[in-house]
Nanobody, 127 residues
Framework: QVQLVESGGRLVQAGGSLRLSCAASGRTFSTRHMAWFRQAPGKEREFVAA???????YYADSVKGRFTISRDNEKNTADLQMSSLKPEDTAVYYC?????????????????????WGQGTQVTVSS
């Protein structure tokens, strides 16, 4: 059974930093693309960042230069380091995994291609 468990979300002030972590189990982690998406109230779930199984990284323009995605194939984790946080970063952040296709920005930013999702972790950035 595949399981993705996010952690690390909390309330933080604008300009602050936060690290989210996603612990994966049930699949061969090293062969999977991993990604973070987020969903704010009343909005669609949107792409934030992804890391292919080859460790190539991709970012939404809105977070480029502020967020960093990484993976640890020994620990089966995918982390999202967030800095210079803004109130508009407030959302529920979801971890997802996918496989079986070439990892490019076009594919990895498409939420419909992901197989498994975590339950989400709330990030709130106060102004």
């Amino acid at each position: 059974q595949v399981q993705l468990v996010e952690s690390g979300g909390r309330l933080v002030q604008a300009g602050g930093s936060l690290r989210l972590s996603c612990a994966a189990s049930g699949r061969t982690f090293s062969t999977r693309h991993m990604a973070w998406f987020r969903q704010a109230p009343g909005k669609e779930r949107e792409f934030v960042a992804a890391i292919s199984f080859r460790a190539n990284t991709y970012y939404a323009d809105s977070v480029k230069g502020r967020f960093t995605i990484s993976r640890d194939n020994e620990k089966n984790t995918a982390d999202l380091q967030m800095s210079s946080l803004k109130p508009e970063d407030t959302a529920v952040y979801y971890c997802a995994d996918a496989g079986g296709f070439l990892g490019t920005y076009s594919t990895l930013s498409n939420r419909n291609l992901y197989d498994d999702w975590g339950q989400g972790t709330q990030v709130t950035v106060s102004s």
